[in-house]
């Protein structure tokens, strides 16, 4: 029996195949494979759900890193030392908000400006010089619209420096101005009677480079500002001769961090002025000495002793006129008369000569139209020795404190007389006035020959005429000149005169409606300036 054979009475059920499907060419399909029938479409389905998470899942890291970049973003605006941090982008609006100077005309847009400035810079910034406050560093801004025609400034480049909690910010720009006028009365007063050089000024544009350094403290305040512009650099593309431009700016009235006009220098408390005064010897034996090393090779010890003697005088005269002018009697009228007699010269052979009268006619003005409070030196800015001449000059800062009575009103403000509101709030006034002092001491001699003198009284009427116009209107018309008033109360005189006869006035305030002008004074009021 065969193996295949199969078993008899076994049942061997049949096996039905599916039919072979066959192609047009003959040839039999291929079997499936994976999956089998009626799977095909749940699994379709779930390629599709997984591929809708697939989707769901990268729309999310997307929304993800969407809300990381907005985190990245203000974290750098956190870090205000980066380069695309608060602090620069602050200083960029400063320039801008500033970019064509402070808009005096428009009341509006001034304003806004002055919001952003005390927004910006703390209340107590220190701007140079001694001098702190917003309200001073927009005064400077004023300063520089009113005095220059301000064009337009432009940044350049920047530089961050990072040291703890403090942020330094150096934005180097190019300020485009054009001199007026007012720059030459305000800034370069020294040369109003050289009209070819003030009128080849007048008018020109210049464009230097200025450095403006900004100190941002933790609370992201400017607490303290610098500036550096190159004002030699300007003018000297304009006026070609060094030796006009070293003349130029000699006298010119630009004090550290590029400030303009004169400089109100804060007063010592009392305790330092008592302790300047009780080593005032000794520190001016060490300034001298300081000179002495500086100029051993130039100066002999007779000159330096000279030199020494010459601040003592100065220093005199501010003594002799701490409160102005004063009557017969008492102990310091007697220092002024004895001051008078022998500090001065009573030569009258040459023009340009300041005599005792002058200077005493001079203060008595003073005292008559104003009550003179103090009168005192601030700081002696230069000591030159000039052989050439014989002479030693002495520049120096000084201020008056004077209160406006109505004999001020009348004397010095008559115009103001049909203002009774402003006359009243102007009557009791304290008025801090700067001043710059130049004493021409004769080496022949060593007497004072001549004193030069500007006041800026435009500066000292700002601090309580707040409104510009109402200033200009109080200066419009008043009676005072670069070194004092131009006018005097008629008095009775019961002093004779202190030079034997000399009366050749030098001092502009001694000149009045009936007197004629000599030909070396010139009279300039405050209007002028201010025009």
């Keep these: ?74 974290t750098a605006l956190q870090q205000r030392h980066s380069p695309e941090g608060s602090l620069l982008h602050l200083v960029k609006e400063y320039l801008q908000v500033f970019r064509s100077g402070a808009a005096l005309n428009d009341s509006g847009r001034y304003q806004d400006q002055r919001t952003f400035m005390f927004s910006v810079v703390d209340a107590e910034v220190d701007v140079g010089n001694g001098l702190r406050g917003s309200e001073y560093m927009m005064y400077q801004m004023d300063m520089y619209s009113t005095l220059i025609r301000w064009i337009r400034i432009t940044m350049r480049s920047y530089d961050i420096i990072h040291a703890d909690d403090s942020v330094v910010i150096k934005a180097t720009s190019t300020l485009r101005f054009q001199i007026v006028r007012a720059t030459i009365e305000r800034v370069f007063p020294h040369i109003m009677n050289n009209q ?24 992201g305040k400017c607490s303290k500002f610098e500036a550096d512009m190159d004002f030699i650099g300007a003018f000297a593309s304009i006026v070609k001769d060094p030796m006009v431009v070293e003349m130029l700016f000699r006298n010119a009235l630009i004090a550290d961090n590029c400030q303009l006009g004169m400089i109100d220098e804060p007063e010592q408390s009392e305790f330092e002025e008592k302790a300047v005064a009780f080593d005032g010897i000794a520190y001016l034996d060490q300034d001298m000495n300081g000179l002495k090393s500086e100029s051993r090779v130039v100066l002999s010890e007779a000159e330096l002793d000279f ?144 004193i030069e003198e500007r006041m800026d009284f435009a500066t000292a009427m700002s601090t309580i005429v707040a409104n510009r116009q109402e200033l200009q209107f109080v200066l419009s018309q008043a009676k005072l000149v670069l070194d004092g008033v131009s006018c005097r109360i008629k008095k009775e005189r019961s002093t004779p005169s202190t030079d034997n006869g000399a009366d050749c006035p030098y001092f502009p305030a001694t000149v009045t409606k009936s007197s004629k002008v000599l030909p070396h004074t010139r009279t300039m009021h405050i209007a002028d300036i201010l025009t």
């Design 196 to 219: 070819w050089l003030v009128s080849h000024l007048v008018g020109k544009e210049a464009e230097p480079t200025i450095t403006m350094s900004f100190y941002f403290d933790a609370e």
């Design 307 to 450: 030199q020494k003697s010459c601040v003592l005088i100065v220093e005199e005269y501010y003594l002799a006129f701490a409160n102005g002018h004063l009557a017969d009697g008492s102990a310091p009228h007697a220092l002024q008369r004895h001051f008078l007699l022998h500090r001065f010269v009573s030569n009258t052979m040459y023009a340009n000569v300041t005599t005792s009268k002058t200077v005493e006619d001079r203060w008595m003005s003073l005292s008559e139209c104003f009550v003179v409070l103090g009168f005192h030196q601030k700081a002696v800015a230069s000591v030159e020795y000039h052989r050439h001449v014989e002479t030693c000059v002495i520049t120096s800062s000084a201020r008056y404190t004077l209160r406006i009575t109505p004999a001020t009103i009348v004397s010095v403000f008559p115009h103001l007389l049909a203002c009774p509101q402003l006359c009243d709030a102007l009557v009791g006034e304290v008025l801090a006035v700067p001043s710059q002092i130049c004493f021409a001491v004769e080496i022949n001699t060593g007497r004072i020959g001549r």
């Design 1 to 74: 029996m065969s193996s295949h054979t199969p078993a008899l009475g076994v049942y061997q059920p049949t096996i039905r195949r599916k039919p072979k499907r066959f192609k047009k060419d003959g040839t039999p399909y291929k079997p499936r494979k994976g999956w089998g029938p009626y799977r095909s479409v749940p699994n379709e389905r779930a390629v599709e759900f997984n591929l809708q998470l697939d989707v769901q899942t990268l729309q999310q890291e997307v929304h993800n890193m969407a809300a990381l970049r907005d985190i990245l973003r203000s």
